[in-house]
């Protein structure tokens, strides 16, 4: 694990060359506002800030520039304890996190904290695993806000698809294999959805983001849907992490091998011919590898 110290140094002196900041105190940079939207000093702020997908290394800079400046950080069990070390030391930290099955806040009451925080006059970060507004209940926060008179901003994060793919060597798209990406949340397997014809349209990449403990019904439905049941499946499990687990298996093994991944959180699904890439690059790495260690 890299030493975060010294990623936070590095970072202050790329923002330090960059922004013109208000005060400096030491090596402690106090910089502008992170929002277009001016912010009068005594006016509380909220930014919905995306955390990417639990690896600091991949937080934007200025997600991380929003952490050092908030007074408030209100933040999500998918939110690595690493990431939130990076935060201002003097900052209040208040846990919002819902697991499924578990007690945990309304919806509602977060919206409350975030808006009677912000009407405290304070800069309130609210940080979240992944993108605010991908299945990140952003807009929701967003629209709460706006109807308080509070001011916010949004600073995005790498969404879950695209970095655990990424780290699981699975291209999304690919020419002659993808040429189409649907995101989508495991909890349709259960509403009222009548468009699973359209999920299986020819070289589509489906990425199931909390569909885990919905894997029976998203096999079922696929295959009714006259998807193959040999399509490729990957599950990843704590993407993007040292404890990251990739499992590669068919559309019609997908119930059996979720129920042997029961509990495990969090977990992303990748359903396409694209999953079967995965293999061939690693032999290519492996082979590179060897290439050079002979050299």
């Not at 992170?34 to 934007?60: C, E, I, M, N, Q």
């Not at 996190?97 to 808006?115: D, M, V, W």
């Amino acid at each position: 694990m890299d030493d975060f110290s010294t990623i936070k140094r590095t970072a202050k002196q790329v923002l330090k060359s960059r922004f013109q900041p208000h005060d400096d105190l030491g090596d402690k940079i106090v910089l502008r506002p992170l929002s277009s939207t001016s912010r009068k000093p005594d006016s509380g702020f909220v930014s919905l800030v995306g955390a990417g997908p639990s690896d600091p290394d991949l937080l934007t800079i200025k997600a991380l520039r929003a952490l050092e400046q908030a007074e408030v950080v209100v933040y999500d069990r998918l939110v690595s304890q690493d990431i939130i070390a990076l935060a201002n030391p003097d900052a209040i930290h208040i846990y919002v996190g819902k697991r499924c099955g578990k007690p945990s806040l309304s919806q509602e009451e977060i919206n409350q904290i975030l808006i009677s925080e912000a009407l405290k006059g304070q800069y309130v970060v609210r940080i979240k695993g992944g993108d605010p507004l991908i299945f990140g209940r952003g807009g929701e926060e967003a629209l709460a806000l706006v109807d308080a008179n509070v001011n916010y901003d949004f600073i995005p994060g790498i969404t879950a698809a695209i970095g655990c793919a990424a780290s699981a060597g699975i291209p999304l798209t690919h020419r002659e294999v993808s040429r189409s990406v649907t995101l989508v949340t495991g909890h349709v397997a259960t509403g009222a959805f009548n468009a699973w014809s359209q999920l299986v349209a020819n070289g589509q990449t489906l990425v199931f983001y909390m569909g885990l403990e919905k894997a029976q019904q998203i096999q079922n439905q696929l295959i009714e849907a006259k998807l193959s049941e040999e399509t490729p499946v990957a599950v990843i499990c704590h993407g993007c992490s040292i404890n990251q687990a990739v499992y590669i298996e068919q559309l019609k093994g997908l119930a059996a091998l979720a129920e042997d991944l029961k509990g495990e959180s969090p977990a992303l699904i990748i359903i396409g011919d694209v999953v079967a890439l995965r293999e061939q690059l690693q032999c290519t790495a492996r082979q590179l590898t060897e290439q050079v260690c002979l050299l």
